[in-house]
């Protein structure tokens, strides 16, 4: 069968040129990367080698760089390696579970948290951070690009409030990064956390940015790894890959690839708009990641479409999360200020450096031929009226 991924915001395939990369660590050049033999010397100098390619990609030097498991261990390392019981966290309502659940254990050990909301496009505003500070405001913690719409927050704007007050700000930059140019000295900020998954490397493999100075608390206790930041024989494969994928994605940037990967999702965006009744995009208005479209369909369930486009080939995702059998909606989509039945009706569409021309043609046409069979079906399906 045809296949088509529009799901790249979930993981987005190791490209050739990673994977070649990659290769020689897992059986020929296998050292532990802290032994002091040439085993271990060559693994080491691969490992430098890919820290200075993702302190490039994020305009930071490489002491800066601690590698992680990937974007879930990166923003708690961030958020738990500085907060302690009495302090007081700021975040976002929109915020990956990786932050929302870690800030929700603060509470359970005596910290407090305050969530600020976002407007209908997904947005905080900048004016809510100032009030929200307190005296005992030890973390702010933001994400640069939301997941399920690709809404870029105002980062550099709440950098600026963060260092006035002296207070450490983090940005999950997973979303982000090799997507938009991502530059720690321009947002202004003490940590970031990328992934490797979501740039064409391997899954498991992530990296937090820690500004020099400022020390954490580790969430592993055990060797010196990692300048004491990450206890933990390093995955050299692993890291070789999110060297070489940050290197390929600071070249792409440089090139203005991101131009063409928005190109295509305005294209696909523009034709559900145009050819489907009935369908808005999440997230409109404000400014997002290029690859990135959240749309919905009145009166059907993202569930369903995302069932039968699978059938036919076609791989997005709703950003609903199956718990207990039950389909909660999405609590980005509901922090927006969607009803629950809007947020289910909800579909993202996620474009990766593999996508092609072909690729949208067919979700197009798949897409408009989808709704229109569900929505006959659908009892929820009743079409808007024009109003004169
Ligand atoms: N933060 C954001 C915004 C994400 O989208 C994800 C993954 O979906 C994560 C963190 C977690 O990253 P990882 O899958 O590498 O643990």
Redesign the pocket.
């Known amino acids: 069968m045809h296949r088509v991924y529009l799901d790249n915001?979930?993981?987005t395939p190791v490209l050739p040129e990673v994977f070649d990369a990659m290769r020689p660590y897992f059986a020929e050049r296998f050292g532990n990367a802290s032994s002091i033999h040439h085993h271990g010397q060559e693994t080491r100098a691969a490992v430098e080698d890919a820290r200075e390619s993702v302190a490039q990609l994020l305009g930071c030097s490489a002491a800066e760089v601690v590698f992680t498991?990937?974007?879930?261990?990166?923003?708690n390392i961030a958020i738990a390696g500085w907060v302690a019981a009495g302090d007081h966290v700021i975040t976002s309502s929109v915020?990956?579970?990786?932050?929302l659940h870690a800030c929700k254990h603060l509470e359970k050990i005596g910290c407090e948290v305050t969530v600020l909301p976002v407007d209908g496009r997904g947005l905080i505003d900048p004016l809510d951070v100032r009030p929200a500070l307190r005296p005992n405001t030890k973390l702010i913690s933001v994400?640069m690009?939301?997941?399920e719409t690709g809404v870029l927050q105002p980062v550099e704007d709440i950098g600026k409030i963060a260092a006035e007050a002296n207070v450490l700000f983090h940005t999950?930059?997973?979303?982000a990064a090799a997507k938009v140019p991502v530059n720690v000295r321009q947002i202004g900020c003490d940590a970031i956390?990328i992934?490797?998954?979501?740039i064409h490397a391997p899954?498991?493999?992530?990296a937090l940015y820690v500004k020099k100075g400022t020390r954490l608390q580790p969430l592993f206790y055990g060797g010196r790894h990692e300048r004491s930041r990450r206890a933990g024989t390093e995955n050299v494969p692993g890291i070789v890959g999110l060297g070489k994928a940050a290197e390929l994605a600071k070249q792409a940037l440089d090139r203005g690839d991101d131009r063409k990967v928005a190109a295509m999702r305005d294209r696909l965006q523009d034709g559900i708009l145009a050819q489907i009744e009935d369908a808005r995009i999440n997230g409109e208005g404000a400014p997002r990641v290029p690859n990135t479209t959240n749309i919905r369909f009145d009166g059907i369930e993202g569930e369903a479409l995302e069932i039968a486009l699978d059938l036919k080939g076609l791989a997005v995702s709703t950003g609903a999360a199956c718990s207990s059998g039950a389909v909660e909606p999405s609590h980005v989509l509901i922090a927006m200020g969607l009803r629950p039945d809007e947020a289910r009706s909800s579909i993202r569409f996620s474009l990766g450096k593999q996508t092609t021309e072909e690729d949208i043609d067919f979700a197009l046409a798949l897409v408009r031929e989808t709704v229109a069979r569900l929505r006959t079906i659908s009892p929820r399906y009743v079409k808007q009226e024009v109003s004169s």
């Open positions: 915001n979930a993981t498991s990937g974007g879930t261990e990166s923003d915020e990956h579970h990786a932050v994400m690009a939301n997941n999950d930059a997973v979303q956390s992934s490797g998954h979501k899954q498991g493999v992530g």
